[in-house]
Structure formats: C-alpha cells, structure tokens
C-alpha cells in the first residue's frame, strides 16, 4: 500500500483547507486511517481518522469542530476538510494507514503501519 497527500499550503487565519490521501495497492487490508500534524520541533500528533467502511470518524478535540474526515471507497481517497484554520494548525501533515483489525480507530503514531510522504499547511496570522 502507497499513501499520496495532496491540498496543502498557504492560508490565512480563519480560512479552509481540504486534504486528500490517495491509497494505491492492496488497499483491501487497511482497516482505518488517520491524519497526523508534525509541527516544527515537534512530535507527530493525531488530527483525525476513519475506520475503511467510513465509520468512527475521530477528532482530536483541537480540530473537533472544525474539521471533517470522510473517504470516498471506491476511488480510494480519503479526505480531511478543515475550516476556520488557526496558526496552530500549522505543519506538516500525514496521512497513514492501520492494517490491524481493532475496536476503533488508533489514535497513537506507533499503530500505524504505512505513511505518505507528507504535506505543508501553513496559517498565517
């Protein structure tokens, strides 16, 4: 399984962002997948996650609110609409896939068994 982001870059404060996550391979073995932040000089934090069938969508309680995980099966994208951008919102961001079967979707980085390669989200002030 290969994961793509796509839809990063510059925004201002109060602005809207949609990521996407394109999955190639052998997509049939993830279970759920997740977008995580890495902001400068810091660790990789969960922003929010599906499971495959599209349930379980989870936040992390900084975006509840203004963020939107969905996916779309049989394209094979999974996409984070985000809204209202803050500063802080500010980083790289990764989009990952589990392929173990559990009760809800990871919200730990170590759970995850493939990542893209990233995209930039700036906010400006």
């Known amino acids: 399984v290969h994961l793509v982001e796509s839809g990063g870059g510059l925004v201002q404060a109060g602005g809207s962002l949609r990521l996407s996550c394109s999955a190639v391979g052998r997509t049939s073995v993830i279970f759920s997948m997740a977008w995580f932040r890495q902001a400068p000089g810091k660790e990789r934090v969960f922003v929010a996650g599906i499971k495959q069938s599209g349930a379980d969508a989870t936040y992390a309680d900084s975006v509840k609110g203004r963020a939107y995980v969905s996916r779309d099966n049989i394209k094979n994208i999974m996409y984070l609409q985000m809204n209202n951008l803050r500063p802080e919102d500010t980083g790289d961001y990764y989009c990952?896939?589990?392929?173990?079967?559990?009760?809800?979707?990871?919200?730990?980085?170590?759970?995850?068994?493939?990542w893209g390669p990233g995209t930039q989200v700036t906010v400006s002030s």
């Open positions: 990952a896939a589990n392929f173990d079967d559990g009760v809800g979707v990871a919200t730990m980085s170590r759970e995850y068994d493939r």
